[in-house]
Each structure stands twice: as C-alpha cells, then as structure tokens.
C-alpha cells in the first residue's frame, strides 16, 4: 500500500532564504510523485511532478525536487522564498496497483514567510 | 478557462438538512473525485468516478452518494447532514493514469449546525 509523509507540519522562513518542505513516501511500486500549492480559500494548484524520467524535477514559480529511490524521499526547495510563497503545500504519491492510480495525500505543510 | 467548477462556494445547513454539491469540469477529463479537508488531515477522498457510469468508495464515504451525471459531471450529496460533516469540500478531475495530475476546483465551504 502507498503512503506519504510530510515530516513538517509548518516551515517558517524569512524572505529570501531557502525553502525545504520535506516528503517521505512508501510504495511498492515505481510511483510518481506530485507536489501541489493551495493558497488561502482557493484550490490546489499542480507545481510539479515526477515520473520516472529525470531525478530532479523542475517546476513552476521557481520549486523543484528531487527524487531520490534509496532514501524513498521526494523533497521540495526553493532557492530564494518570496512573500507570495506562503500557503499549503500537498506531496502526493500514486501508483498502480489495481489500475486505479487513486493518489494519496500527505497530511500538509504551511508554509510561513516573515518579511 | 473554467476548469473544474463547483457550486455552491459557501452553505450553512441545518442537522439532517439534505444537499447536492454539484461539480463540472470542462476539460473532457474521465476521472473524477470528491475530497474532504479538514485541519491537520489533509485530503481525504469521499468518492471517485474512474469513468461515466463508475462510482467507487474512498476512504471516508459513510454519509455521502454520488452520482456520475455525465462525462462532465459528477455531484454529492448529503442525505441528512451531521455537524461532523463540516468541512471543506474539493471536486477533482484528471485523464486516467499513472502520471496524470488532478485538477481541483475551489472549494465548498459547508458549515452544518
């Protein structure tokens, strides 16, 4: 069975600094992973996602991961925060037993960045 | 570009009142899904319709239906609504498959007292 674990619930970085939004995921499967965006009273937003192509995945609004199989980990960074990257941030995990690729979500992390 | 659609954005209901959240997407997409969101948990997954005429069970179905209108869309409803129903609610779509991202509409916010 597939599941994911975001291993912070809130991050608090000063603008500018970097950003890491940590993600640990179980699968016995070859998955792919996604990281979504979801800022206040909207809906989530796709910021990337792997699928077994390249390790390092780059995505919008300046965001990549990396994945990485030993570790079983798909982390999020960011060189340089911005005021308007504060909001939640979802890993998901999905893979294909049974052909139903229903994703999993991890439970969240907000994002706080101090000016 | 209206993507997925969900009315309505906000409803206060009574204990036992009976709803119909209805959902659209626009992108010819043959999976669809029902969320929850609550504080501290994230998305839980009420429902899903791989494609027209499926409807399967998620993990938190008890107290909700579903129904696959057509390609386009796909409704729950509350039959006799429960404070613990409170929630946020997301209607999702995407192409079958491994890789393919869900799309998300913006939420309802349902309040029952």
């Known amino acids: 069975a597939q599941s994911v674990t975001q291993l912070d619930s809130h991050v608090s970085v000063s603008e500018g600094t970097p950003v890491l939004l940590r993600c640990n995921y179980s699968?016995?499967?070859?998955?792919?992973l996604f990281w979504y965006v979801q800022h206040p009273n909207k809906g989530l937003q796709l910021l990337l996602k792997?699928?077994?192509?390249?390790?390092l995945v780059k995505g919008i609004n300046g965001f990549e991961a990396e994945f990485k199989k030993s570790e079983t980990s798909f982390h999020l960074t960011k060189p340089s925060a911005h005021m308007s990257d504060a909001a939640e941030y979802f890993c998901?995990?999905?893979?294909?037993?049974?052909?139903?690729?229903?994703?999993?979500f991890g439970r969240g992390t907000s994002l706080i960045v101090h000016p | 570009n209206a993507g997925v659609t969900q009315t309505p954005k906000f409803q206060v209901l009574k204990t036992g009142q009976s709803m119909t959240l209805q959902c659209a997407q626009d992108?010819?997409?043959?999976?669809m899904y029902w969320y929850r969101q609550d504080p501290g948990m994230g998305l839980r997954l009420i429902y899903y319709?791989?494609?027209?005429?499926?409807?399967d069970k998620g993990e938190v179905p008890n107290g909700y239906n579903v129904s696959r209108l057509n390609k386009r869309e796909f409704s729950l409803r509350l039959e006799s609504a429960a404070p613990s129903q409170t929630s946020v609610y997301f209607c999702?779509?995407?192409?079958?498959?491994?890789?393919?991202?869900?799309?998300f509409g913006d939420g309802t916010r349902l309040s029952i007292l």
């Open positions: 699968s016995s499967y070859s998955p792919s």
């Open positions: 992108m010819n997409h043959n999976s």
């Open positions: 319709s791989a494609s027209e005429g499926t409807t």
């Open positions: 792997y699928t077994s192509a390249a390790t």
């Open positions: 998901v995990v999905s893979d294909p037993p049974g052909g139903s690729y229903i994703p999993t």
């Open positions: 999702a779509s995407s192409e079958r498959g491994l890789d393919q991202p869900q799309h």
